[in-house]
């Protein structure tokens, strides 16, 4: 596990527990951070059916997953998920947020696309032959960003390394890179891999530059 997403991490529990700590008395705070509800749902999707497989982003989902559980985090981790089984998790992880409370986390790595300045990520089942098969076929960011909003839960942190070089651009009429800025809801930090707009790379490590 590479320094660059501890360090990330670390910083953004630590402002979270500041932030409590102005609320209320120093005390209470330690105590409730020592108990605090974190989950997490970590996705890492390499192998596609109809385009070539990515090298890093399974790698990365363990990595990451690995990290977080000695964090103190509870950890779901899907492995070369398809769009049911992407739906039915970040369901399950809205459910709980909104249940549990705490921190909650989501890290996805693998292919996503802006469609008209809205964000998709990529099942491994995905093969559209036109902008509007994404809208049906893929998931939209938003759908977990809504999830997270209505959980109330406090703090969420969504991070992106899904910035690569989209594979079905050739059929498209739009010709945007990388994913688009996203507006995040209250208590949610977002973390992009790269700059909106940008493309990540697919190593020939293990891992990402980004993990």
């Not at 402002?15 to 102005?22: D, K, S």
């Amino acid at each position: 596990m590479k320094k660059t997403f501890f360090c990330l991490l670390s910083l953004i529990l630590y402002c979270n527990l500041a932030f409590a700590q102005e609320r209320s008395v120093r005390k209470k705070s330690e105590q409730t951070a020592a108990t605090e509800t974190r989950l997490a749902l970590i996705i890492g999707n390499s192998d596609y059916l109809q385009t070539a497989r990515l090298r890093n982003p399974v790698n990365d989902a363990r990595s990451i997953s690995k990290t977080l559980r000695d964090l103190g985090f509870s950890v779901t981790t899907l492995e070369n998920a398809d769009k049911r089984g992407m739906d039915s998790a970040i369901r399950k992880f809205g459910k709980t947020l909104r249940k549990e409370g705490g921190v909650g986390l989501f890290y996805y790595a693998s292919h996503g696309m802006q469609i008209r300045g809205e964000n998709y990520l990529l099942p491994v089942d995905i093969n559209p032959s036109t902008e509007t098969d994404v809208s049906y076929d893929a998931v939209p960011l938003g759908k977990l960003l809504g999830q997270m909003k209505m959980a109330d839960n406090g703090m969420n942190v969504v991070i992106l390394d899904a910035c690569r070089n989209n594979p079905f651009a050739r059929s498209f009429r739009s010709n945007s890179s990388g994913l688009a800025q996203v507006i995040a809801p209250s208590g949610t930090f977002i973390a992009y891999a790269t700059a909106p707009g940008s493309l990540a790379s697919d190593r020939t490590g293990s891992n990402d530059l980004y993990t």
